[in-house]
Antibody, heavy 122, light 107 residues
Framework: EVQLLESGGGLVQPGGSLRLSCAASGFTFSNYAMNWVRQSPGKGLEWVSVISGSGGNTYYADSAKGRFTISRDNSKNTLYLQMNSLRAEDTAIYFCAKVSLPAAIHDALDIWGHGTMVTVSS | DIQVTQSPSSLSASVGDRVTISCQAS??????LNWYRQKPGKAPELLIY???NLHTGVPSRFRGSGSGTHFTFTISSLQPEDIATYYC?????????FGLGTKLEIK
């Protein structure tokens, strides 16, 4: 069964850092680009970042540029999101999501994890 | 950024009704629009990709259409398990953007 499992969320003070992880199973992880998408409490979905299957290409939303870093370890089938200089407006559930087609970067998101909650507050 | 305007923001309908949601992009995005369903407390699920293609395992009562700037999502016969919020998403150009969602309720 194809599965994504996020971890690493929690409560952090403004200006602090957090690293999210997304453990993948049930598919050839290195063949697929992966995304992070977030959802603020009671709000809609906001795309954050995408990384290619090899890890060689990364893209970010303006809200994440310069503060967040997406990466992956294909030997561990794990996706990461390093978040620095966190702000109150970064408070959200963070989902990792797999693209549908192998080798594609820009594609529909066909499998999502359950999400991990990040709360930025003093 | 490409803006995606989704309407209505909420909708109440009866079981068996036909339900339609619209999504308008601020520029031509060809076919590069997807539809997702998010049930309360759950992760989003892909329903329709590339405007009109039904994702694997999705019931045939769900349908998508459109291209360019105007897109439509239809549930032909509303079922109780369709209570959810529905989102459209463009991936024609980064950053990918989502509509604000349509919250669907059963009358």
């Amino acid at each position: 069964e194809v599965q994504l499992l996020e971890s690493g969320g929690g409560l952090v003070q403004p200006g602090g850092s957090l690293r999210l992880s997304c453990a993948a199973s049930g598919f050839t992880f290195s063949n697929y680009a992966m995304n992070w998408v977030r959802q603020s409490p009671g709000k809609g979905l906001e795309w954050v970042s995408v990384i290619s299957g090899s890890g060689g290409n990364t893209y970010y939303a303006d809200s994440a540029k310069g503060r967040f870093t997406i990466s992956r370890d294909n030997s561990k089938n794990t996706l990461y999101l390093q978040m620095n200089s966190l702000r109150a407006e970064d408070t959200a559930i963070y989902f990792c999501a797999k693209v549908s087609l192998p080798a594609a970067i820009h594609d529909a998101l066909d499998i999502w994890g359950h999400g991990t909650m990040v709360t930025v507050s003093s | 950024d490409i803006q995606v305007t989704q309407s209505p923001s909420s909708l109440s309908a009866s079981v068996g009704d036909r339900v339609t949601i619209s999504c308008q992009a601020s520029q031509d995005i060809s076919k590069y629009l997807n539809w997702y369903r998010q049930k309360p407390g759950k992760a989003p699920e892909l329903l329709i990709y590339d405007a009109s293609n039904l994702h694997t395992g999705v019931p045939s009562r769900f349908r998508g259409s459109g291209s360019g700037t105007h897109f439509t999502f239809t549930i032909s016969s509303l079922q109780p398990e369709d209570i959810a919020t529905y989102y459209c998403q463009q991936y024609y150009h980064l950053p990918y953007t989502f509509g604000l969602g349509t919250k669907l309720e059963i009358k």
